[in-house]
């Protein structure tokens, strides 16, 4: 990248910040920018990639970028907060963990209804959610029958190998 369009993509930046915006891609000609925040672009992550960008030599490729905005793992500024442990009065909730990194999603497709909510039944084996890895939909089914008490995780949020996805009462 020359400098000038380090330039523009700090003002984009900070026009991104300003606006409370969290996901952005952007096309022009070879360039190809994706910027999407963990968490409805909270200050800290925005933050730490206005310095990722401010740090970065003038012929910078956007992969680093790309890498510290949407991979969390990569960037621990940009990690998503644990999910609080179940309270011990609920030891007797089963955890459904997630079994990869990527993003959550509660739905099949934006705008339609989430596959499970709080207080539905659900049987084992039953879809819960949609976890994206690498672009592909890995659907995250129940490993137990019961009820859904609590989801701990926000649609469209990144989640970890072995975070809490949602508490089930078994039956």
Known sequence: ???EEMKELKELIEFLKENKIGEFDLERGELKVRIKFAQEGSAADLASLSRLLASAPAPATLSAVHAAAAAPSGAPALAPAPAPAVESEDASLHIVK????????????????AFVKAGDQVEQGQVLCIIEAMKLMNEIESDASGEIVKRFVQNG????????????RPR
Not at 98 to 112: A, D, K, N, R
Request: glycine fraction near 10%; hydrophobic fraction near 30%; aromatic fraction near 12%.
């Open 157 to 168: 949020q990144p989640v970890e190998y072995g975070q809490q996805l949602f508490a089930v």
């Open 1 to 3: 990248m020359n400098p």
């Open 98 to 113: 997630s079994p990869i990194v990527g993003t959550f999603y509660e739905s099949p497709s934006p705008g339609t209804p």
